[in-house]
């Protein structure tokens, strides 16, 4: 295949207007963020193909997590190569996970946790000109130094471009620190432009093709820190959260050590994740240990049967018990499923009993890390917590698992 420009037409009116002044831009740090469903993602896949057409850039699509990819990022890049009918100018290898243009260029989507295969990277044909990183909240300072050393050589002539798309969840976040901080941005700034730099803050006004109930949903949220972030795109400011007993470790190599397990699910289909959460627990010293989990939506009960198995084995793993026809057909297909006995009162008795352990996460299991960031006890209208204190219900798909999980350790604390 030889590396031209592949030329082909497309209307402006396939963009967002307020992406369009970005589809060339060469910074070589360049940050979309904001609030939910503002078409950043959209964007930068639009962006991406058209750069492949181009003949000059390869792209490194990163993630924290490999299992996430499929479902997000490489699905918006071939949702535009399919709507704009260009099918037949693009391979997709599945198995390798690269979507290969005419031309002999690639967007080659990786994940920071397959450590292998971010050893050998490199594009087919000339190097990797750009690295995109989808939800750039999951990655480390570690993780952009690490990829950027694999654009090294190439055309001296053409920009190499790191890029970051994701909704702003803290401000103690090094993506903060490390980019925004040093130039004063202010909360409300959407824009900000120096040779070096680019930042673009989008939130649901700037995508056209928002329904009005995604509007009205996100309008209608109730709790400031989450209407600050996922409705308008500022970053967050958390106050009074529930759990500062944890941190982040690379487990991987202590699996073989753990063999006290507790395994908890909770059920999902749509909006919602089915999840699964995989732990060892040292009494002895009151530590949890979360090394492995799910978070996957549109899973139905043979699927999700085959994910247990494939976690735990012939493991236990304790569901909730809201949906006990589901449990039934966990077992069917062969999963070893219990439901939770809950109880009342059991919300606050097993995040209190959580509270006093210290609680370690694998660097791999993102979506408990950010449950955990996130996890705050509801407030009266003058921000005071309630009494009793109680839970927001949000965000909570791996942390009520961890409740369930847990649930025959807790006996004798609730009995106090």
């Known amino acids: 295949m030889s590396e031209t420009v592949v030329p082909i037409e497309v209307s402006r009116a396939m963009f967002n207007e307020v992406y369009i002044p970005y589809l060339e831009a060469q910074q070589p740090i360049q940050i979309y963020y904001g609030g939910s469903t503002s078409g950043k993602s959209v964007f930068l896949a639009q962006r991406l193909v058209l750069d492949l057409l181009s003949g000059d850039r390869n792209y490194l699509v990163a993630r924290a997590v490999a299992r996430y990819l499929t479902k997000s990022v490489w ?31 690639e967007a080659i989507f990786i994940g920071l946790d397959d450590t ?37 050589g190439g055309d001296a002539d053409v920009v190499k471009r790191v890029t970051f798309s994701f909704n702003p969840i803290l401000q103690q976040h ?68 529930i759990f500062k007993n944890w941190k982040i470790k690379d487990l991987s190599g202590m699996h073989d050590q753990f063999t006290n ?18 732990t060892h627990y040292d009494r002895a010293k009151k530590i949890i240990y979360v090394y492995n989990e799910m978070y996957e939506q549109g899973l ?48 606050r008795h097993g995040i209190q009993w959580l509270q006093q352990h210290t609680i370690i996460v694998d660097t791999n299991c993102i979506q408990m890390q950010n449950e955990l960031r996130q996890a705050q006890w509801k407030k009266d209208k003058y921000g005071e917590t309630i009494s009793p204190p109680t839970p927001i ?14 649930e025959g350790d807790m006996n004798s604390f609730w009995l106090i």
Not at 86 to 105: A, H, M, P
Request: aromatic share 12%; hydrophobic share 40%.
């Open 393 to 406: 219900d949000k965000n909570n798909h791996l942390i009520d698992p961890l409740r369930y999980a847990y």
């Open 116 to 152: 292998e295969k971010l050893k050998s990277i490199r594009a087919s044909h000339g190097a990797i000109t750009d690295i995109w990183f989808e939800e750039a909240t999951e990655a480390t300072l570690d993780n952009l130094k690490t990829l950027q050393k694999r654009m090294r």
């Open 174 to 241: 090094w993506l903060f620190k490390e980019f925004f901080e040093p130039i004063g941005w202010a909360e409300d700034q959407t824009v900000f432009n120096s040779p070096e730099l680019v930042i673009l803050k989008t939130w649901h006004i700037h995508n056209r093709w928002n329904t009005p109930q995604d509007i009205q949903a996100l309008l209608d949220e109730t709790d400031e820190y989450f209407k600050a972030v996922y409705t308008y795109g500022n970053w967050g400011v958390l106050g009074d959260v």
């Open 300 to 347: 139905t009960n043979d699927l999700l049967a085959i994910r247990q198995t494939g976690m735990v084995g012939k493991g236990m793993v304790v569901w909730d018990s809201a949906e006990p026809k589901s449990i039934a057909e966990l077992v069917k297909y062969g999963a070893n499923a219990v439901g939770a006995v809950k109880g009342k009162d059991s919300v």
């Open 75 to 105: 699905a918006e890049v071939e949702s535009v190569i399919n709507t704009w009918g260009l099918q037949s100018l693009f391979r997709f290898r599945y198995s390798r996970k690269i979507i290969e243009c005419v031309n002999g260029r």
């Open 261 to 278: 397990h507790r395994n908890g699910g909770d059920f999902g289909f749509g909006k919602d994740p089915a999840t699964i959460v995989v």
